[in-house]
């Protein structure tokens, strides 16, 4: 019995744990959009100094999701979905990730200031606040909006791109924050819906909890509606065009119209199909922003070429 | 039976060790390059030697005769 304990709580980590503290699935998404916020961006940048800017973002992502991952070890030991996580699995102790998560928060605080400018790297310190201290340790637990508000950590990286370049907060990029963070609710809260969660026996207040599927498929349905000005509205700065318009008023057809059925159904009609409306809404909601963010990119290709923007 | 020297945790431990020093060596080549890339957007390289803390007048201009 203690050898096998023993043997249980000595595991060592290996390159592979460390790495998955930094949750790259989150990260690819936050690459994806601070590349963009870099690339649209009217001021052009030396790409070494883009690929260091980048990849202190990405880091400092990272150290946020180790972050999360410590504070959140508790709960994630109770969550079939989170127990295999590299704490709660016994791979890597708690203060690995502690440490981990400062060091890395530091040096790419630190060496985005150095590479790029001090507003970038103040957006990036406030982007990695806000996801472990206001996200993790104050909303998740304490109220059902959490993801709402939350999402704004994960909504900031093209502004960080932006200034990377530019040094400034534009309205471009203001509106590329506002389209993430808009999107997010419909976005999680669809998935929610059909993923039998255990957040419930994990003390987490979510919305299908909390206030039920009715009100969770109002609340999909108002998200959508108030991201579709956004979305429309980034159509109309310096970094929109026809291209990026015909792509919004496609897309916000498309993904309103998903809303929408998520929203007209009640359970019994959810059950009957295996919550495929509410399934869709949520394939749908990730061609959204990829196609959306996708499109900026197109704008400023087809620019070269005199063929982008209005 | 032969003594297996190789135990799996040495494989891991091999991996990490060999994981830290390619993070190392990556991040000396990022800070080598930022510099490259900060002393050659100077354009000037005039610039960069008269942070020097020593009188060059070699870079100095010329002021106009009198």
């Given at each position: 019995m203690t050898d096998l304990s023993m043997q249980q709580t000595t595991q060592e980590a290996g390159m592979g744990d460390y790495f998955a503290l930094l949750k790259p699935r989150v990260m690819s998404l936050v690459i994806f959009t601070a590349l963009v916020g870099l690339i649209v961006a009217p001021v052009p940048t030396h790409p070494f100094i883009a690929f260091v800017g980048i990849l202190c973002v990405a880091v400092g992502a990272g150290a946020s999701g180790a972050l999360n991952m410590w504070w959140d070890a508790d709960i994630d030991r109770i969550m079939k979905r989170t127990a295999k996580r590299p704490i709660p699995s016994g791979r890597v102790q708690p203060q690995e990730a502690l440490a981990i998560g400062l060091v890395l928060s530091g040096f790419s605080v630190v060496l985005l200031w150095l590479a790029t400018n001090a507003l970038a790297a103040f957006l990036l310190a406030f982007t990695i606040f806000f996801y472990a201290?206001?996200?993790?340790?104050?909303l998740k637990r304490s109220t059902p909006q959490n993801i709402v508000i939350g999402g704004l950590s994960g909504a900031l990286p093209p502004m960080i791109g932006w200034a990377v370049a530019t040094g400034t907060v534009g309205i471009e990029s203001v509106l590329m924050t506002a389209l993430i963070f808009m999107w997010t609710p419909p976005h999680f809260w669809s998935l929610a819906i059909f993923v039998k969660s255990d957040y419930g026996n994990a003390g987490v207040p979510m919305l299908t909890e909390t206030h039920g599927l009715r009100t969770t498929r109002n609340h999909i349905l108002g998200y959508m509606i108030a991201l579709v000005p956004v979305s429309i509205g980034?159509?109309?700065?310096?970094?929109?065009g026809w291209t990026y318009m015909a792509t919004a008023v496609a897309m916000n057809i498309w993904f309103g119209k998903a809303c929408y059925d998520v929203w007209r159904r009640d359970e019994s009609a959810a059950d009957a199909d295996n919550y495929a409306a509410e399934k869709t809404a949520f394939k749908v909601s990730l061609a959204y922003l990829f196609l959306h963010f996708s499109a900026l990119m197109a704008e400023v290709a087809l620019r070269t070429w005199d063929l982008g923007g209005w | 039976m032969a003594i297996k020297v190789e135990h799996e945790l040495h494989s891991r431990r091999r991996g990490r060790n060999l994981g830290v020093g390619l993070l190392l060596g990556g991040f000396i080549a990022i800070v080598f390059g930022l510099t490259v890339v900060k002393v050659i957007q100077l354009g000037d390289a005039r610039k960069f030697e008269a942070f020097d803390h020593v009188a060059r007048p070699a870079i100095t201009t010329e002021e106009p005769s009198q």
């Open positions: 201290v206001v996200y993790s340790m104050w980034l159509g109309f700065t310096s970094i929109g | -």
